[in-house]
């Protein structure tokens, strides 16, 4: 399995793609960088003013190419071992196997890391020289950068960000310690093997950067600065996964989506630092006038956020902090535009404040205000943190965001409920529109919500929520049976993306069976083919829902035209336009194995599952599954369910977990082992 050919976790070429965009990506929850790209990010560092606002540039000291001049017949393979997180190149010859490894460290966050490995085969005794091409300069467009004395052997530079995204907002400081890059490395002749390790160390202050450099060198010194990285995946891999007995091209997609997605989030325990939230490109992009300038949308919330939440609640909640931590920005949102609570933003920085360089879409598409508050309902259903809300700012922001829906309701007299005019549904085809079902459904569904959790707190419900939430029309043609897009949509329309079967999933908006599928196949053929790549994932969970297994597949094969050859990176629009390293249509894919595949459902009282498979699958694994402080496993064949609790809670909750047959009411009480 060691050549990779096999193993469905580790893709390997003998060359790299001609669009150096679509290279693997290393990071972890505060770093980032694409292999051999000569910048990095920052979680959280942008630069530049609201709509410029952008992740700041970093030079990059592990931008280095490792090759061997005037060797004939070298065997070359470039490989991602997303079990590891480590990239690697290897140059080998008959005499000797030169090795490159890349990564970002991913429980030492500050740290980036590549090592140079010789190893001489037996019966050779030249030196064998390397050697190492760096374009590196110490410089930056977005941060004034300073030189510093050098510490333990590394390179020290410092610097602020240029621009504050508003006026007096933050402009923080980076510091980073590199170690030297020489122009070759030799393995002498008595020499049989030997390896080189470079550091780099970013942090936002001078004492976090030299702590974290000088960790990373005691590590070193005992041989364990990348096993102690590779231990931290092989944990977080033991924690959750998805497996299943079916095609490798799907295992790969799984593998490789779970691995984009899972580089982005925290690693547990103390982080030590303000996690900034999750970009649909992800920390390795985001740079000046590419994937959205690395700014936060709905993508993280509704796309990423469903798959983090099953498995890892922390780094979810981490998510939602950031959210809390731009609130004061949602606030003025909404009063800029003349409406009370919070609205959030359609893309948000650092200070939460709209930073879209196009004015029509976060002043239109406020659905994201919605989904935000959907993220932090199914966190609070799947792990009862009250916490959160009662503590750490949750229940603020909920009432905010009931606020806003209500005030941004008129009432029609005419038709003798609410109406949400003026708005740009997620089909971004349309703008301007009124009483957009999928705006409406959502925003029913915060106040809802916020309504539940005020009673779980022994709140007082403002009847204005109540209200709001029963009068608000949510579009439905009675006669035909579906869900218009919006008042006056005529079928035949045009749709940009999943819009009107989002309503089926993510939200579950009461409907019956009948309207289902009408609203499947109303919109389906009318849907943009090359659209963003997570619309067709929801349609494959809506037909997996009605049992419609074939149509279903036929589904989410479309999506195999968004993942690109050979590190299974994903562009977001077929046609290769768009964000890469899109996130959002991993997201969707996997929310379509984990959601659609097994059929989990998050609800105010359980966590439900209803599997369909297409005929080529014969097994599924679904393992660290988290509800209610538990860890489950769950093995799916066509004949059987088997759920094991792998982990329980501390604290056990008053009534253990227990698994009911819904049609037969039967109980299974579930206990660790």
């Not at 020289?129 to 510490?151: A, C, E, I, M, W």
């Not at 949509?489 to 009408?518: C, I, T, W």
Request: proline share 7%; charged share 20%; net charge negative.
């Amino acid at each position: 399995m060691a050549d990779g050919k096999d193993d469905p976790a580790v893709f390997t070429s003998t060359s790299l793609p001609s669009d150096p965009r679509l290279l693997a990506t290393v990071t972890n929850a505060y770093l980032g960088t694409r292999v051999y790209r000569d910048i990095l990010h920052v979680n959280g560092v942008y630069n530049g003013a609201v709509g410029d606002t952008h992740r700041a540039d970093i030079p990059s000291p592990v931008n280095v190419r490792m090759t061997v001049p005037g060797a004939d017949s070298l065997a070359e393979t470039f490989t991602l071992n997303t079990r590891t997180g480590t990239f690697s190149h290897v140059l080998q010859s008959t005499d000797y196997t030169a090795t490159h490894q890349i990564y970002a460290h991913h429980s030492l966050v500050h740290l980036m890391a590549f090592s140079i490995t010789i190893q001489r085969s037996a019966h050779s005794t030249q030196p064998i020289t390397v050697q190492l091409r760096t374009p590196f300069v110490p410089k930056s467009r977005d941060l004034d950068l300073n030189q510093g004395p050098d510490f333990q052997g590394a390179h020290y530079v410092y610097g602020k960000t240029l621009v504050p995204e508003v006026e007096g907002g933050p402009r923080p400081t980076v510091h980073m310690l590199w170690t030297p890059v020489p122009q070759d490395l030799t393995l002498r002749g008595e020499e049989r093997e030997r390896s080189w390790e470079f550091l780099t160390a970013v942090a936002e202050s001078e004492e976090e950067v030299k702590r974290s450099y000088s960790k990373g060198l005691a590590l070193i010194a005992v041989g364990s600065l990348h096993s102690s990285h590779a231990h931290a995946w092989t944990m977080l891999w033991r924690g959750c996964c998805i497996d299943l007995d079916g095609p490798l091209p799907l295992r790969q997609a799984l593998y490789g989506c779970l691995y984009y997605l899972l580089s982005a989030i925290p690693p547990r325990g103390n982080l030590g630092f303000l996690f900034h939230g999750i970009s649909p490109g992800g920390l390795s992009n985001g740079t000046q006038g590419e994937d959205y300038w690395g700014h936060i949308f709905w993508d993280q919330d509704t796309w990423m956020f469903p798959n983090i939440l099953l498995f890892y609640p922390e780094a979810a909640r981490a998510i939602l902090e950031y959210r809390i931590r731009m609130l004061e920005g949602a606030l003025h949102n909404a009063q800029e535009q003349g409406y009370k609570g919070a609205k959030f933003p359609w893309e948000s920085a650092a200070t939460g404040r709209e930073v879209c360089p196009e004015e029509i879409y976060g002043a239109q598409e406020i659905h994201v205000t919605g989904d935000v508050l959907m993220a932090f309902e199914q966190y609070y259903c799947t792990t009862q943190d009250q916490k959160l809300f009662r503590e750490d700012g949750g229940w603020e922001l909920v009432g905010a965001v009931a606020q806003y829906w209500c005030s941004r309701m008129v009432w029609s007299e005419e038709e003798q409920c609410y109406h949400i005019k003026g708005v740009m549904p997620p089909d971004e085809y349309h703008y301007r529109v009124d009483n957009s079902v999928y705006t409406n459904a959502v925003a029913q569904r915060s106040l809802n919500f916020a309504a539940d959790v005020a009673r779980d707190f022994l709140i007082p419900v403002p009847e204005e929520w109540v209200d709001c939430a029963k009068k608000v029309k949510v579009p439905f043609d009675a006669e035909k049976k579906y869900h218009p897009e919006y008042d006056g949509y005529s079928p035949g329309e045009p749709v940009k993306q999943a819009d009107v079967v989002l309503l089926g999933f993510p939200l579950m908006h009461p409907m019956s069976s009948e309207v289902r599928r009408n609203d499947l196949e109303m919109y389906e053929p009318v849907t943009e083919m090359d659209g963003p790549a997570m619309t067709w994932s929801m349609f494959a969970v809506g037909w997996l829902e009605l049992k419609e297994v074939q149509r279903a597949q036929s589904q989410l094969n479309k999506c195999f035209s968004n993942i690109t050859e050979p590190f299974k990176i994903w562009v977001e629009n077929s046609d290769g336009s768009g964000a890469v390293n899109f996130l959002t249509g991993m997201g969707g894919f996997l929310q379509a194995v984990l959601f659609g595949y097994t059929g989990f459902r998050i609800t105010k009282t359980s966590l439900r599952f209803n599997p369909a498979f297409p005929d080529d699958i014969n097994k599924l694994k679904v393992t660290g599954v988290s509800y209610f402080g538990n860890k489950l496993k769950f093995t799916i064949t066509k004949e059987e369910i088997r759920i094991k609790v792998t982990e329980s809670p501390r604290d056990p909750p008053a009534s253990p977990l227990e698994a009911v047959l819904e049609e037969s009411g039967q109980q299974f009480p579930l206990c660790e082992g």
